[in-house]
């Protein structure tokens, strides 16, 4: 992460998907996302994809990236997870298992040096 110039606890915003930005409220499903950095992050410009994986099963859904693809620039391994203050990535109570309705379509998104 330092040759982004990163560091553990850097932040920035980040669409949760691309094929829902703007929309209210979204749908995310268990397994892989393509979200979009909203904002710089380090080295990295805005547009950037960030690719990861979704976790639907407990009250709160769970996303963990593990690569960012500038947009002029290769893949590149990257440990990040996507987090909104107050509860925020908690499921709507309509969800489905398997599934999740979340209120927004952005949150931030935070460097990490392993997942937990």
């Known amino acids: 992460m330092r040759i982004l110039r990163l ?4 932040g920035g915003d ?6 829902q930005t703007d ?5 995310l499903y268990e397994g892989p996302v393509e979200s979009m950095l909203n904002s710089g992050l380090g080295l990295l410009p805005a547009t950037t994809r960030l690719y990861g994986r979704v ?10 990236y593990y690569e960012a693809h500038p947009p002029d ?5 990257f440990c990040a997870v996507a987090r909104l203050a107050r509860g925020q990535l908690k499921k709507k109570p309509e969800s489905k298992p398997g599934m999740a309705i979340l209120e927004f379509s952005s949150a931030g998104v935070y460097i990490v040096n392993s997942f937990r």
């Open 14 to 19: 980040v669409e949760l998907d691309v094929n």
């Open 55 to 64: 976790w639907t099963g407990g009250p709160q859904v769970v996303i963990r």
């Open 23 to 27: 929309d209210s409220p979204i749908t």
């Open 73 to 77: 620039g290769d893949p590149i391994a």
């Open 7 to 10: 560091q553990v606890g850097d």
